[in-house]
């Protein structure tokens, strides 16, 4: 098993693993939108387009709730680089710890609120829901960072309009080059499927999905972790 995890490249896992992350993402903001008062804590361009009809007084829109998710997501961001500065290699023990962070914050919130009992298909008081919101939007900035420095293209776990965008532009109507097409149409797929997944789980509990990201993204950074050491151990040294 190790020499078989060995052997798969550094480039095929960690592409397998932003994706497994990019599914956990339309989970999260699946909950937020849907669950936590029309948040999105993963998709920042959303939030930054309800709060611009929010500030018109649009449809009733919120504001405080993207307003915390947006701070809270640049507060997350900026942990992740923070820690990260010095890091060297694309996944190091500072890069399970990031994810491992992720992970718990996701789960725990999940477990939280399960234990809350808050009622299905009702919004929680604001007194929970913006606690979660500012707790959800940091991990996703921490997620998004990390995922930054992991540098997987057309892969960023948070947002596919640039996927998007590259899958059109380099297809038999665009320019025809058709580089990475595959898993921009993975990527695409796991965050709608994601999506879809957090809203059929938001049906039976608001933190039902949470736990299931966090435990997604923490099965993630085990594999990710046992492959960076066993690829290590794998990899010859050069003589000094």
């Known amino acids: 098993m190790t020499s078989r995890l060995a052997a798969v490249s550094h480039e095929r896992m960690h592409l397998a693993l932003m994706l497994v992350l990019t599914f956990t ?15 999105f804590t993963g998709n920042m361009t959303g939030n930054v387009v309800i709060l611009g009809m929010a500030i018109v007084g649009a449809d009733d ?5 993207p307003v915390v998710a947006l701070a809270a997501f640049m507060a997350g961001a900026a942990l992740g680089g923070r820690v990260l500065r010095r890091a060297g290699g694309a996944w190091t023990a ?31 008081a604001r007194a929970v829901a913006l ?31 640039s996927t998007i965008t590259g899958l059109a532009a380099d297809s038999v109507l665009g320019s025809g080059k058709g580089g990475g097409s595959g898993r921009r149409v993975l990527a695409v ?26 435990g997604l993204v923490a099965l993630a950074t085990l594999l990710g972790a046992v492959h960076a050491r066993v690829a290590a151990r794998a990899t010859p040294r050069v003589p000094a």
Not at 28 to 34: I, T
Not at 61 to 65: A, D, F, H, M, S
Not at 96 to 116: D, E, H, I, P, R
């Open 25 to 39: 993402t339309g989970i999260v903001d699946a909950v937020g939108y849907l669950g936590l008062d029309r948040v």
């Open 189 to 214: 797929a796991l965050i709608l499927l994601g999506a879809a997944a957090g809203a059929a789980l938001l049906r039976w509990h608001l933190g039902a999905g949470l736990v299931v990201a966090g």
């Open 131 to 161: 606690p979660v919101t500012a707790a959800l939007g940091a991990a996703m900035g921490v997620q998004a960072a990390t995922a930054r420095f992991i540098a997987v293209k057309d892969v960023t776990t948070v947002v596919v309009t």
């Open 61 to 65: 829109l919120p504001v405080l709730g």
């Open 94 to 124: 500072r890069t399970t710890l990031l994810f491992t962070a992720v992970a718990v914050v996701c789960a725990g919130l999940g477990t939280l609120l399960l234990v809350l009992g808050e009622t299905p298909g009702e919004t929680p």
